[in-house]
């Protein structure tokens, strides 16, 4: 049995979720769990969100409700529950988004009253929903259901430090010996984070800085070696996302009751050859190139890098990444796009190549 104890910070705007809130409070409790909420904050002169954000980071879990409003807004415009979740984020708390999965039919007196409003939640839903766990729900039992899974997924595919009774630690000494790691690691992450800040990361290239890719010839299974040659191209970064995002195979599956993406790198690394021969080719490439899995793992890394795809998720694309896609297909590509710069794009003479023998 898990002896662990997990505090749960529930965030919402108020005056229309007071049932919902009570709720997940419910849920929360109900799993042995400790829900922290800002109704039964203790009345204090300091500033609220102030108050609030330690709150916030000594939590393991942040299960965020959105229903219909965003909410009381400050001064800069923002809502105090868009500012809570800010600080979540910014801190590295797990966030887990319940989103209301039928808003037309969300009553009058719950919604925003203003087109403002409502464009400022319709934002703020795509920002907590962006890569985060997330379950949509129309009624109070199909929420604490929602809640009950998705805190059941994120313990078990992102644990937190949680709490155990001290009268479950054996004796004395090992709290002795708990305190002296817990010194230890303190010490530790000073070190670490002394060379996070002298370790220089390497640039990341611009979107039109040169690459150079080596396309390498397919052995055809189960006759003979492929009659394709060796060949490499030079091209910018931007322009190979194109063929990148075209080209790529993927599939989502159901894991642990949350949809994830996984990529299909050997079909990928095909498909990404054949597409880059066939810019410089006048006969079909199909089943003659691939590229190497360094070539594939490099450019998959620089995409997710400057934010056209994600390293996780239900979509391995980002907005921004489908968007710059559909730009470059509706612009059509240049013909200096591509250029061979070595090799021969041919069919003529076998070559026998070790895939990652090839420079990038």
Not at 25 to 30: E, F, H, K, N, P
Not at 214 to 221: E, M, V
Request: glycine share 6%; charged share 25%.
């Amino acid at each position: 049995m898990n002896e662990k104890r997990y505090s749960v910070f529930i965030s919402s705007t108020y005056e229309d979720l007071k049932e919902e809130r009570k709720a997940v409070q419910d849920v929360i409790l109900s799993g042995g769990d400790f829900p922290v909420q800002m109704e039964y904050f203790p009345a204090t002169d300091e500033d609220q969100l102030e108050f609030i954000k330690p709150l916030i980071e000594q939590c393991d879990y942040y299960v965020l409700i959105i229903g219909g409003r965003y909410g009381s807004a400050t001064a800069d415009g923002t809502s105090y529950t868009e500012k809570e979740f800010n600080h979540a984020v910014s801190k590295g708390v797990t966030v887990i988004v319940m989103l209301h999965g039928d808003p037309e039919n969300i009553p009058s007196g719950k919604t925003e009253s203003t087109q403002e409003g409502s464009d400022k939640l319709s934002k703020f839903i795509r920002r907590a929903e962006d890569g985060r766990i997330r379950k949509t729900w129309t009624d109070i039992a199909e929420l604490q259901l929602a809640v009950s899974q998705a805190l059941t997924h994120a313990k078990n595919a992102k644990p937190s430090t949680g709490w155990v009774r001290a009268d479950k630690l054996t004796n004395v000494e090992a709290l002795e010996e708990l305190d002296k790691l817990r010194r230890q690691n303190s010490e530790f992450r000073e070190v670490i984070g002394n060379l996070e800040v002298d370790l220089a990361l390497p640039p990341i290239p611009a979107a039109n800085d040169k690459i150079q890719i080596g396309l390498l010839p397919r052995s055809p299974r189960g006759y003979g070696t492929s009659k394709a040659t060796y060949a490499k191209v030079q091209t910018t970064w931007i322009d190979v996302f194109t063929a990148f995002f075209s080209n790529l195979s993927w599939v989502t599956n159901d894991w642990g009751g949350e949809y994830q993406f996984s990529i299909e790198v050997e079909e990928t690394r095909s498909a990404l050859g054949e597409a880059l021969a066939a810019e410089l080719a006048d006969f079909n490439t199909q089943g003659l190139y691939t590229v190497s899995k360094s070539t594939y793992e490099r450019l998959l890394s620089y995409f997710v890098e400057v934010g056209l795809m994600f390293e996780e998720g239900v979509t391995p694309f980002t907005p921004s990444g489908a968007r710059v896609a559909r730009r470059h297909r509706i612009s059509g590509t240049s013909k200096n796009a591509f250029e061979l710069i070595d090799g021969l794009i041919s069919q003529e003479r076998a070559l026998s190549i070790d895939d990652d023998e090839i420079p990038f």
